[in-house]
């Protein structure tokens, strides 16, 4: 894999720059509440070294029924500044998430307009696997001024995903499983439809990864969009559940060099429980 400050880097990469002084290592798991897991808790027993914890679900929009919709701009910068992570400072994100949620935190600090962040390849797992260091003690924090610029270009409503859906004019991506992509399968959140954004493609995230959980490389990552039959050279907008996995797809293509792709942010969650947007099911 070829390291890349600003999308992914290896765990060999994030081993030799830990030291560094404007280095700052993010903790972004997030669990969906089935696993009945507790990210918070998974955190303060085994971190990287010098990590610190973001709370997908707390630092968001609350003005927002949806879950953990992008936070507001006032929000971000107070956390952030709370949690010494600043400018001039290289930002790497991990998970230890079977929803790879490292990729949600990244693609909100590109929202902001900072694009120094890169998620760690394979995230804790693989640095536990290889025996790297941990450990449960907090770190020392000291604020640090951070300057934001919100990229609204990277975020799509429903008014404007309902357009695209009805010209044709971008792809949305889908990063669900088949059988929800379908109609098939259930939706995790009671009282939304089932199926699909009409004109959508399916890419599950999963396919994206290989089986130690690294990222696949741009080759095979271009490959699962066009076997999907995306047109990578439209304009992209992703889409899944409630935005975590989204994000792995907006990474995916950050990585095979398509720029022009932004996230819908309410994604199913808020799609399927409108009554009067058309859904779609089975494969198209």
């Known amino acids: 894999m070829q390291d890349d400050p600003k999308t992914l880097v290896s765990t060999e990469w994030l081993a030799a720059h830990l030291n560094d002084p404007d280095l700052r290592v993010i903790d972004a798991s997030w669990h969906m509440p ?11 027993a085994a971190h990287i070294p010098g990590a610190r914890f973001f709370d997908i679900d707390e630092i968001a929009d609350k003005r927002s029924a949806l879950p953990h919709m992008a936070p507001p ?16 400072h290289q930002v790497v994100v991990y998970d230890n998430s079977e929803v790879r ?9 590109r929202l902001m307009g900072k694009t120094d962040v890169a998620v760690l390849d394979g995230g804790l797992a693989k640095w536990q696997a290889e025996r790297r260091p ?7 924090l000291r604020d640090r001024h951070i300057t934001v610029q919100r990229q609204a270009g990277l975020v799509r409503d429903v008014t404007q995903v309902a357009a695209a859906s009805k010209l044709a004019d971008h792809e949305i991506i889908d990063a669900r499983s088949p059988e929800r992509f379908r109609g098939e399968a259930p939706e995790p959140r009671p009282g939304l439809r089932a199926g ?7 890419v599950p995230f999963g396919r994206l990864f290989n089986p130690d959980g690294t990222m696949k490389d741009p080759d095979a990552l271009r490959a699962a969009f066009q076997e999907a039959g995306v047109d990578l050279a439209k304009p992209a907008i992703t889409s899944c559940g409630s935005g975590i996995t989204a994000a792995t797809l907006s990474l995916a293509l950050e990585r ?14 808020e799609w399927g429980s409108f009554p009067d947007l058309n859904i779609a099911t089975g494969d198209a």
């Open 134 to 140: 941990v450990e449960d003690m907090a770190p020392i």
């Open 73 to 88: 701009v006032e929000l971000f910068i107070s956390r952030m500044r709370a949690m010494g992570v600043g400018d001039g």
């Open 34 to 44: 089935a696993a009945g897991r507790d990210a918070r808790a998974e955190y303060d």
């Open 256 to 269: 095979i060099g398509h720029r022009n792709h932004s996230l819908y942010d309410g994604s199913w969650t």
């Open 196 to 202: 699909h954004i009409p004109g959508a493609k399916n």
């Open 101 to 109: 949620s490292a990729a949600r935190l990244w693609w909100t600090f």
